[in-house]
């Protein structure tokens, strides 16, 4: 047997849209992970006329196919980013970051959303209805889109950093821990765009 994975559809905000909860929005963040960089958040209000074709998790496409993407769902619908600089995660731990920088691209939307689809667990402090879907950017048309602008926005900000500061590599492994990184860091020390609360991080400085 052959199964097909569902993708991303719009049914819920369907069903938001016709209860009267215009408009709902989905949001989603980039980066908890790495060991440098911003979180990036991103909130996305899909036009129901003009959902763009291919919406998915963004780390289940293509470099090419996120970028397109990108492009259409920022010609189509209503998209607001917030970032959660490393000073930030620092001074209030990641959790707190994350769910701050969700808020702040919630609040900045053209329209206040009546509803938010929230991708995973974790409701940020926001004024309006909230839902939590585990697996949203798979499984919710707005979230995924969310994701996906998300990921390009921040993967073009760390190629960026990689071009400020040669030598860490982060234009290719976009701050995570990879074996890269880790040599990096062991050979060239602590940039300003670490988080230097991670472990790896403060290791590195001794603390």
């Known amino acids: 047997m052959v199964t097909v994975r569902q993708k991303p559809d719009f049914s819920l905000e369907r069903a938001a849209w016709a209860a009267g909860d215009v408009p709902v929005a989905g949001v989603d963040e980039v980066g908890r992970g790495p060991w440098a960089g911003p979180v990036v958040a991103c909130a996305v209000v899909l036009d129901p006329d003009r959902v763009p074709e291919g919406l998915d998790d963004s780390k289940k496409l293509s470099a090419a196919r996120r970028e397109a993407l990108f492009e259409a769902i920022c010609a189509t619908a209503e998209v607001s980013l917030a970032f959660a600089p490393p000073a930030r995660i620092d001074g209030h731990n990641i959790r707190q970051a994350t769910l701050w920088a ?46 996906i602008v998300a990921k390009v926005t ?48 403060r290791a590195r400085l001794g603390v």
Do not use: W
């Open 102 to 147: 969700l808020a702040r691209a919630c609040a900045g939307l053209p329209r206040a959303p009546r509803l938010l689809l929230v991708d995973g667990n974790d409701l940020p402090p926001v004024p309006c209805a909230a839902r939590t879907i585990i697996g949203g950017d798979a499984i919710v048309a707005s979230i995924a889109a969310a994701s």
């Open 154 to 201: 921040r993967d073009r900000l760390m190629a960026s950093l990689g071009l400020a500061h040669p030598g860490y590599g982060f234009e290719r492994h976009m701050g995570y821990g990879t074996p890269e990184h880790q040599t990096a860091l062991a050979e060239l020390g602590v940039c300003r765009h670490h988080r230097k609360t991670f472990a790896p991080v």
